[in-house]
């Protein structure tokens, strides 16, 4: 009878400590800080600021397009076990608004990164009907603001850290403070007349307002809604019409409808190059130079350069790490 008496114990017991719910550990004592990140922009600021004191995985690799992404199983069960989930917000990853709102609230920290940026400093496009566009990352003075976000919000989850992750975060704004001003000057290089950035959708908004140039997509500010005949007839007008030497194609998006743009630009009697390949919403193979942040956006500002200008305008990038 003792020995059925001290079973039943253990197992009343057993069946307590089951029911309880499971705490998260605490991110300042534990080795890695498991964070999730969607685009690879964010994973790239994660990297630097978070450095050795944190563990990041990133859903969304080179070419992935974050308007028409879904999550996989495999994406929920990563999301399910971090203990901080970063995303761009506004609307960006629109595919994966439920799942990220049923992670709000549970054992997850979910933070949009664009979340302190000033709403007055926020693009509202009327093709976006009165949302704003989510691409901040293309003027890299507003991407310092969710620079700032993730410096923050990993002090806050881990503040153990809070000295790595500040020391980090300076040395990074730094880098892109420097990128932002070889941006400008890369730019100045392209006349103000021939300042005309037409690519595959509004992805550059931020771009071009930050650095002078004139946009125009093909598609709206999302993927999502494909591009119709009079759309490509619209366009291909207005590139004979200015006689714009280059278009670009994104490496998220299909190039079929600017070869289409191309073909109708020609047969306006105007010849139109495709001046390269641009990284808007995904970020370049892993390795790469494209495959950091910065590597990105000095890619695509030498490739703008060199389509609009010539490449006898180009300035040599200064050497240093990406």
């Known amino acids: 009878m003792q020995r059925l008496y001290m079973a039943l114990c253990a197992i009343t017991i057993l069946a307590i400590l089951g029911c309880e719910p499971k ?12 964070v999730v990140t969607t685009i690879g922009m964010i994973t790239d600021i994660v990297k630097n600021v978070g450095a050795e004191r944190v563990e990041v995985t990133g859903l969304m690799g080179p070419g992935v397009d974050p308007h028409l992404y879904k999550a ?21 990853e629109s595919k994966m608004g439920d799942i990220l709102a049923k992670m709000t609230g549970n054992m997850q920290t979910v933070v949009p990164v664009t979340a302190d940026v000033d709403p007055a400093l926020l693009l509202t496009p009327p093709e976006f009907e009165g949302q704003h566009d989510p691409h901040l990352w293309f003027d890299v003075t507003l991407w310092m603001k969710a620079v700032e ?10 503040p153990g850290g809070t000295a790595a992750y500040r020391d980090n975060a300076e040395r990074y704004l ?10 400008k000057m890369q730019a100045s290089l392209v006349p103000p007349e021939q300042r005309v950035l037409v690519t595959a959708h509004d992805a550059f908004n931020y ?8 946009v125009r997509g093909l598609q709206g500010i999302s993927t999502a809604a494909e591009a119709g005949i009079a759309d490509v007839q619209e366009l291909a007008t207005f590139i004979a019409e ?10 998220s998006v299909s190039s ?26 995904a970020m370049g193979n ?15 500002i030498d490739t703008i350069v060199a389509a609009l200008a010539g490449k006898s305008g180009l300035q040599t990038p200064p050497t240093g790490e990406y």
């Not at 705490?23 to 498991?34: I, Y």
């Not at 996989?72 to 960006?92: C, E, K, M, P």
């Open 23 to 34: 705490k998260q550990p605490d991110a300042s004592t534990t080795e890695k800080l498991r």
């Open 72 to 92: 996989s199983a495999g994406d929920v069960q990563r999301l399910s076990t971090a203990r901080l989930i970063f995303y761009n917000g506004l609307h960006l």
């Open 149 to 158: 976000k993730v410096r923050d919000t990993l002090s806050e989850i881990d």
């Open 174 to 183: 730094a880098k892109l403070a420097e990128l932002h001003q070889y941006v």
């Open 207 to 214: 771009f071009g307002k930050a650095y002078g140039f004139e």
């Open 242 to 251: 200015r006689r714009i030497p280059a278009i670009f194609v994104e490496s």
């Open 256 to 281: 079929r409808s600017l070869e289409a743009v191309k073909a109708a630009v020609n047969s306006k009697g105007f010849a139109v190059d495709i001046g390269g390949q641009l990284f808007s919403d």
């Open 286 to 300: 892993k390795g790469t130079p494209e495959g950091t942040y910065i590597g990105m956006v000095r890619h695509n």
